[in-house]
């Protein structure tokens, strides 16, 4: 039994020599007959002759020969691989596009699938995701919404602790703290990282990697991240235990925490305290955190979320004005509740674009498909008409398009991990803390990409070959090029002009969101931001600062910067404009209660701040020294509220009441941009910092030329007032700007490289198409240029089915592309969504294209000579 | 040129002659196709058409193996001997046949 699989497999594998040995048995036994038969008293010949003929046909022995040393179903498999990989040869430049085409959509779908996974699907990369969860209770009262509505009083959190402790294993807290300054021997850095209850690394199931972690919510100890220790301690592993200066206050480095752990929210943590490090007390209804819960063993999520929300209703709310309607278990999550909305508009909406750039690749790959289909039309009638079995051609077909979308797969995979490195790379806005995002492919994008893959190739690879391929045995056979190729071409425009149509698509989105870049780039700000440097500095708790040692020191760096070389004005602004956040509320005219007010944003600023941010004072005068505590309370409103409040009136010694309290108006400034660069006109009210103390300022320095040198030096200024206070944040106020259309630029970047890619894809289709036409018309061209057409009737016969194709396809795609602008005009800023440019220049655009992927068929087909074609065939 | 009254070899029966032939000595095709011709005193002739599947046949089975050997006129081969597994399964196959040969014949018999 042994010996015989050995000769199968022999016989199967080694076909070349399996198939030598054969023919020499063969012809021995041939040789032997002959000499037979001489002996007998044949001549030579006659010998032969018999010999050969008593053989009966040699060929039809050397086929079941052949057939007998088949391994069942081995066999005929690798037989397919090996006439894919003859068909895949046979046309490598062909086999070439289709798999680069393939790679290109699935790129680009695989690219954005991993940006919505490491954002929306994947969970926080901590041990047992499935145990923990977080508390997030539907409230309506006082402290119901916006970030602080999320936490929970940390005295609560301990009820939930006490109340649920069959379902809970643990209760954790912890909130979010930009801004920790960590004193080191030579510079004090301002670090993000989060106060946490004393359990926090024991909910989470993180051991540091080296050290401990703290335990309890008053030790004086703290625990760093692998980043924070790898940059700032030089890995030191004597770093733990080392005393350090956090806030002013001598802290022990007790842990690191474990490489690639960066906390349990969406923003990268480099530095963890417990609650007392802050003076913040485990009784006080003021500390607030984001809850963190570890299941209990045996406990299901299901079970643990009844519990939660039945907990939610009992427990007594301590807020003011405050109900707890209900509460449920979430997941930890990347990007947190609130945020998943808006984050899913976008990533759908960019995912939408890939999907089209992967539907173009599909067209364009059907279109060649067909074209191979047809080509081999009568390659296949013969086979079946030999015998082939219908499932033997389908074999065949499939084991192709399998070589050609494998490669295709792999090379997409290749390039979304391109794709990812350039995610990985982008710069985010200054004011966005690192963010905990990993984009690298995982298994799901990986699965998503095999998916996609899968789909184009049967959906738009296999079944149109099949189709191509189907058998009309008779007109195939006698004369399958003609027949055959008129059904083949009609597909082929069809797919074509989808292309066309989604090209056109693409490139319209594309061209509107980079129109919309244009227009917030282009925006009239109201101040100028280029040249100004902003860094914050906290003088609030834990320093020890009041109202005026506070101002003092604001008073002392001031003075001191503007000393710095380079530095034009210098100013302390509560924000920076533009950099997304806000405070602020209603405001109306004193003296016209009953009239509608308007909503305004508030922010106190010292008197050079006009000057610095170079913001227009219209009427009457900005603010002076003089505007302290001891003078009249004033403020300077923006021409919104004037126009609202005052309407036609000038706003000059009248008085405003409400959010900004009782001031009266000095001046007014033309309106501007504060939120987002994409806002609709709104109200701004500044008020003087002398009459305002906040302990946390941005200090703003125009410096044009010098804004690194700047920075630098504003830090060893800070320095030299109080070695504890860190200048944290520093950024360029254009960067700010700028970073304020990131998810413009950024859909901008992404879409505009879709469309190019569709447009080429598109123009590969068109000339494709046109190419195999004039190719199969060489003759016909050849009998009209015989006939007397000129060169140019034939370059316009040509053209001319190029232009229909182009000219059916841009109009669907202009529809599409305004159905789509309308459906998603919400991403757009300052322009219509059916702007006339962006509709003007697309399709202009894509004529010279088509016109270009058409010329060089026309010409082509214009120099055939009358000769040469009647010979071709 | 085959002998219009030679009889075609019975398909299955093929198998058992040419194990017949090689049990005696190791054998060429060409050469087991005249034994057989000769030992059927020219009554059976061996389509080749069916030879050399049928070799190939036994020898996936297991049966017999092949290697290339020179013949007495110093001729390359490809000569077919018997593994112990084929002598056992001839030795099988004979008795099966003649069983099967014996009931034919007694049924012919018993209705002649």
Excluded at chain 1, 341 to 347: E, L, N, R, S, Y
Excluded at chain 1, 634 to 643: E, L, M, P
Aim: charged share 20%.
């Amino acid at each position: 039994m042994l010996a015989g699989i050995g000769a199968r497999l022999r016989d199967a594998l080694g076909r070349a020599s399996a198939d030598r040995e054969m023919d020499e048995e063969l012809r021995f036994h041939i040789e032997m007959e002959t000499e037979k038969n001489v002996r007998s008293g044949m001549t030579p010949e006659e010998a032969r002759r018999h010999a050969l003929v008593s053989f009966g046909g040699m060929e039809r022995h050397r086929g079941r020969l052949r057939e007998g040393r088949q391994v069942p179903f081995v066999e005929p498999l690798w037989h397919d691989v090996r006439f894919g990989v003859r068909a895949v040869r046979r046309t490598p430049g062909l086999s070439a596009v289709a798999a680069l085409t393939v790679a290109l959509g699935v790129g680009a779908t695989t690219t954005v699938f991993s940006a919505v996974n490491a954002t929306l699907l994947r969970p926080l990369p901590l041990p047992e995701p499935e145990r923990l969860g977080s508390i997030q209770e539907r409230r309506s009262g006082a402290v119901s919404n916006g970030v602080e509505g999320m936490l929970i009083a940390y005295p609560r959190l301990l009820e939930y602790r006490d109340a649920g402790a069959d379902v809970f294993a643990s209760v954790a807290g912890h909130r979010l703290e930009d801004g920790f300054s960590l004193r080191l021997p030579d510079v004090t850095i301002s670090v993000n990282g989060a106060l946490t209850s004393g359990n926090y690394f024991e909910t989470l199931g993180i051991r540091p990697e080296l050290g401990r972690a703290y335990t309890s919510d008053d030790a004086r100890e703290i625990v760093i991240s692998h980043t924070l220790w790898a940059s700032r301690f030089g890995a030191d592993p004597s770093a733990v235990g080392r005393t350090v200066v956090l806030d002013g206050r001598s802290v022990t480095l007790v842990g690191v925490a474990p490489r690639g752990f960066a906390g349990a929210s969406f923003v990268a943590d480099q530095l963890w305290a417990p609650v007392g490090l802050r003076g913040l007390d485990a009784s006080s209804w003021s500390l607030r955190m984001v809850p963190l819960v570890r299941l209990a063993p045996g406990v299901r999520r299901g079970q643990a979320a009844a519990a939660v929300d039945a907990l939610a209703r009992r427990i007594v709310p301590e807020e003011q004005e405050t109900t707890v309607h209900s509460a449920r278990l979430a997941h930890l999550e990347v990007v947190p509740d609130d945020g998943r909305g808006v984050a899913m508009g976008f990533f759908g909406m960019l995912l939408g674009t890939a999907v089209l750039v992967l539907l173009i690749a599909a067209a364009n790959i059907a279109a060649i498909m067909v074209a191979r289909g047809v080509a081999r039309h009568r390659e296949t009638a013969v086979r079946m008409a030999m015998g082939a079995s219908r499932a033997r051609v389908a074999r065949h077909l499939l084991a192709e398009s399998l070589l050609i979308f494998g490669a295709g797969g792999a090379g997409g995979v290749g390039l979304a991990y391109l794709g990812c490195a350039w995610l990985t790379g982008l710069e985010l806005p200054p004011q966005v803390p690192p963010l905990l995002l990993g984009f690298t492919p995982d298994g799901r994008v990986l699965s998503f990409a095999v998916a996609a893959t899968a789909l184009v190739g049967l959906g738009f690879g296999l079944l149109p070959a099949l189709g191509a391929s189907r058998p009309d045995l008779v007109p195939a056979l006698k004369d399958g090029a003609t027949r055959s190729g008129s059904r083949g071409a009609r597909v082929r425009d069809v797919f074509v002009g989808a292309q066309v149509a989604l090209a056109v698509t693409l490139l319209l989105t594309a061209a509107l969101f980079s129109r919309s870049l244009q227009a917030g780039l282009s925006a009239d700000l109201g101040f100028d931001p280029t040249g100004v440097v902003a860094a914050s500095i906290n003088l609030g708790a834990p320093h020890e600062y009041d109202r005026e040692t506070g101002r003092a020191f604001q008073h002392a760096l001031l003075t001191r910067v503007r000393a710095l070389p380079g530095v034009e004005a210098a100013a302390l602004s509560g924000y920076v404009l533009l950099g997304g956040s806000r405070s602020g509320g209603h405001v109306r005219a004193e003296d016209a209660p009953n009239e509608q007010g308007i909503n305004a944003s508030t922010t106190a600023v010292t008197p050079e701040y006009f000057r610095t941010l170079r913001i227009e004072i219209l009427e009457g005068r900005g603010f002076t020294d003089a505007d302290d505590e001891s003078a009249p309370a004033v403020a300077v409103i923006n021409r919104t509220v004037a126009d609202r409040l005052w309407p036609g009136q000038s706003p000059l010694g009248r008085r405003i009441t409400g959010a900004a309290g009782n001031v009266e108006v000095v001046g007014v400034t033309g309106p501007g941009k504060y939120v987002f660069v994409t806002e609709e006109p709104s109200g701004f009210v500044f008020l003087p910092q002398l009459q305002r103390y906040r302990s946390r300022m941005f200090l703003h320095v125009r410096a044009p030329g010098a804004e690194a040198a700047t920075i630098r030096d504003v830090r060893a200024a800070v320095r030299a007032l109080d070695p504890d206070v860190a200048v944290s944040a520093p950024m360029l106020v254009s960067g700010v700007v700028g970073a304020g259309l990131f998810p413009h630029r950024f859909a901008t970047q992404l879409v505009g490289t879709f469309g190019m890619v569709g447009l080429l894809l598109a123009a590969m289709g068109l000339y494709g198409v046109l190419a195999y036409q004039v190719a199969r018309r060489t003759r016909e061209l050849g009998v009209r240029r015989a006939l007397g057409a000129t060169a140019a009737r034939v370059v316009r016969s040509v053209l001319g089915r190029g232009i229909i194709v182009a000219v059916l396809g841009c109009g669907l795609g202009m529809v599409a592309g305004g159905a789509l602008a309308i459906a998603i005009r919400s991403f757009f800023y300052g322009i219509r969504p059916l702007d006339p440019v962006t509709f003007g220049a697309v399709p202009i655009l894509l004529f010279a294209v088509a016109l270009a992927a058409s010329w060089i068929p026309a010409r082509r087909a214009a120099s055939v000579e009358p000769s040469v074609a009647l010979r071709s065939e | 040129m085959a002998d219009p009254t030679a009889n075609d070899v019975l398909r299955g029966t093929l198998d058992l002659l040419i194990l017949k032939t090689l049990s005696l000595e190791p054998m060429h095709g060409w050469g087991i196709s005249q034994r057989i011709q000769e030992r059927s005193r020219g009554i059976l002739d061996v389509n080749q058409g069916s030879l050399y599947p049928a070799l190939q046949r036994l020898e996936h089975r297991g049966w017999i193996v092949s290697d290339w050997g020179t013949t007495e006129n110093n001729r390359r081969a490809k000569y077919y001997r018997l593994t112990a597994e084929g002598r056992r399964g001839f030795v099988n196959e004979t008795e099966s046949w003649q069983r099967y040969a014996g009931a034919v014949g007694w049924i012919l018999e018993a209705t002649s």
